[in-house]
């Protein structure tokens, strides 16, 4: 989602603040800016491409070594450039030449919940808006505070916002100032390597190269950059030190390789992603799970924490929640313990009934997931402290606040639609199930070396099921040509369609909805015609006869049938029936294998409709809003 690139130096750091904004670029966007202080504050602004912002800048002779930068995601008013960061403060009497305009410049991350009532007041004053933003809102309001001390203002400013926010601000009577402040949206602070600079950001990436000495801000810090100094005070505006860490964060600008998309190169990258999750994994140790700055022996914090709850909850948004719908068939399954999983942003707005003995699991890639943030923050109100987190960013706000964490590894995945994120979520997920199935006594040895042997083993199994491209790419042809997809599962590989129901709408556009398969006839079936394709998981499990007469019931209906069938399930191809055989059958771990050719069937049906693949209309890879 949006992101933020500010700096302060003696050199000129526009090119760096481009730079930053291309490393954010996976996140999603539709506009995006830089400002800088060059006798006075200069603006580029675009609803293409960082590349287009390059050019605009470099025709514009836009020079400066103090700036901020930014890519925007709409939420409030249309991708257009007027509502494009940064913004600029017009202030009173500015029409009638009694006022300096752009005075403030600003660029902002979040939602401000009360920028309706604080508009009203500022238009009142005489501030003139050029933008359907609520960012606009804060430029303004920082402009009305100031009295020479840029720092001062934006403090006075942020006692009045409600909602989140991280935000870069500069002023054009400041030449060499920049001040950030954060609530809710993730900011971080780089110390620089040379002539003392300092830059703030969004995400580590976006300084991957310029400095690996990052200060994560906590709430409601504000921070002051200067050359060669910054200084930051806490939400009580008391002046407070806040440790550096060494960050090696990596470039999103890999290297394509032999493929088209970003999205196909994460799809091929998941027996790497597992195999890496998986490394050096002998047995189930809680210690996998420690959080960072455990006291005591490794897996101490973990062994009494999963000794001691009786429930899960997890909280997740997305891909990652139906990640954690198929951990509940593991948990229960296997280690016999009760889970509910929720929708994060549906959970921390309802009455809920906590209970301390309950494992709050959040899942997300980034780990600044804003409303599964919230969530956790809500449920550790309510007394529920035990806490742990499957997260593919070490260093995120989801890892710093859980007791506990499992770190995916994954690596940068670029592409919006998550693929070997979601894969390398399920296997920390099983990990997660077999130690608490050990720690409360109910798994065996026979039963633990056996799923530990099927584990290492995974990689391999996703190599045979990515050898199924070609027979995928066929399936493809004849979707791209459908406005819309019904997707069947039952038990563990219910979630998994509707993992592929979600990655077809991500990607392709095309209306695709999924269904545990027995409720076909409970609605869905009125549906069914010769016009809607109908995919079906269909392992060798226990459900294999039901959902073979669910399958029956659509192609009495005149249903054309996808069916990812285990070798051994005697479903033969023919008339209406299209059959891909999956490579082995995987008992518990299937959901892995299964979801690989859903994933391909969006990509490829993605590419024959031409669609941006790997940054899908109005979406983002991080959503760091509400």
Avoid at 274 to 293: K, N, Q, R, S
Avoid at 552 to 560: L, S
């Amino acid at each position: 989602m949006c992101g933020i690139v500010g700096a302060v130096s003696s050199r000129n750091i526009v090119p760096i603040l481009v730079q930053g904004l291309q490393r954010l670029e996976y996140r999603g966007y539709d506009s995006c800016g830089v400002a800088v202080h060059a006798s006075g504050l200069q603006r580029a602004r675009t609803t293409a491409r960082v590349a287009d912002l390059l050019t605009q800048v470099a025709e514009d002779h836009i020079e400066g070594g103090t700036g901020i930068a930014h890519t925007r995601w709409a939420t409030h008013g249309a991708p257009a450039v007027h509502n494009a960061h940064p913004h600029f403060s017009h202030g009173p009497g500015e029409d009638a030449g009694t006022a300096r305009p752009g005075r403030v410049a600003l660029v902002h991350n979040g939602i401000i919940e009360n920028h309706e009532a604080l508009r009203a007041r500022l238009q009142a004053k005489g501030y003139r808006f050029e933008s359907q933003t609520d960012t606009e809102v804060i430029a303004h309001l920082v402009d009305s505070h100031y009295d020479g001390d840029l720092f001062e203002a934006v403090k006075a400013s942020v006692l009045q916002l409600q909602g989140a926010y991280a935000i870069a601000v500069m002023c054009r009577d400041e030449p060499h100032r920049v001040v950030g402040a954060r609530a809710g949206s993730p900011l971080i602070l780089g110390l620089g390597k040379e002539g003392g600079e300092n830059f703030l950001a969004s995400d580590a990436m976006a300084l991957a190269g310029v400095t690996d000495q990052i200060v994560y801000l906590e709430e409601g810090d504000v921070v002051d950059l200067q050359p060669g100094r910054h200084w930051i005070v806490d939400r009580a505006h008391k002046p407070v030190t806040r440790k550096a860490r060494t960050v090696l964060a990596h470039s999103g600008a890999a290297e394509l390789g032999p493929y088209r998309h970003y999205m196909q190169k994460e799809i091929f990258e998941q027996p790497r992603a597992i195999g890496d999750t998986l490394e050096g994994i002998e047995g189930i140790v809680p210690e996998l799970f420690d959080g960072a700055g455990q006291d005591g022996a490794p897996g101490a914090a973990a062994w009494r924490v999963f000794k001691d709850i009786d429930k899960v909850l997890i909280l997740a948004c997305g891909t990652s929640y139906y990640s954690g719908c198929t951990a509940k068939y593991w948990l229960e399954g296997i280690a016999k313990i009760p889970t509910q999983v929720e929708i994060a942003s549906e959970y921390r707005y309802r009455d809920s009934v906590p209970d301390p003995t309950t494992l709050v699991v959040t899942i997300s890639q980034s780990g600044e997931t804003a409303d599964t943030l919230a969530a956790l923050r809500h449920a550790r109100s309510l007394g529920m402290e035990q806490t742990l987190t499957v997260c593919n960013v070490a260093t995120s706000a989801m890892v710093r606040e859980c007791k506990l964490a499992y770190i995916t590894r994954a690596g940068v995945e670029i592409g919006v639609a998550s693929t070997k994120a979601f894969t390398t979520q399920l296997a920390g997920l099983f990990l997660l199930t077999l130690a608490l199935a050990q720690a409360k006594n109910r798994l065996g040895e026979a039963d633990e070396a056996r799923y530990l042997k099927e584990m290492r083993h995974l990689p391999v199994a996703l190599q045979s099921v990515l050898a199924l491209e070609p027979q995928i790419i066929s399936w493809a042809e004849d979707f791209a040509r459908k406005e819309n997809a019904l997707f069947l599962g039952r038990g563990l590989h219910y979630p998994i369609a509707l993992e592929g129901a979600l990655k077809l709408k991500e990607v392709t556009y095309i209306h695709a909805e999924a269904y545990a398969a027995g409720e076909l006839k409970h609605g869905p079936l009125a549906l069914v015609t010769s016009e809607m394709p109908v995919v079906a998981v269909a392992p060798n499990d226990a459900l294999l006869e039901k959902l073979k007469s669910n399958l029956q019931e659509v192609r009495a209906r005149g249903g054309v049938l996808y069916v990812l069938a285990d070798g051994d399930t005697h479903i033969e191809s023919g008339e209406g029936l299209h059959v891909i055989r999956m490579p082995e059958h995987y008992g518990a771990l299937s959901p892995m294998l299964h979801v690989v050719p859903l994933q391909l069937l969006a990509y490829h049906t993605a590419c024959a409709r031409g669609t941006d693949v790997d940054k899908p209309r109005n979406l983002a890879k991080s959503v760091t809003v509400e």
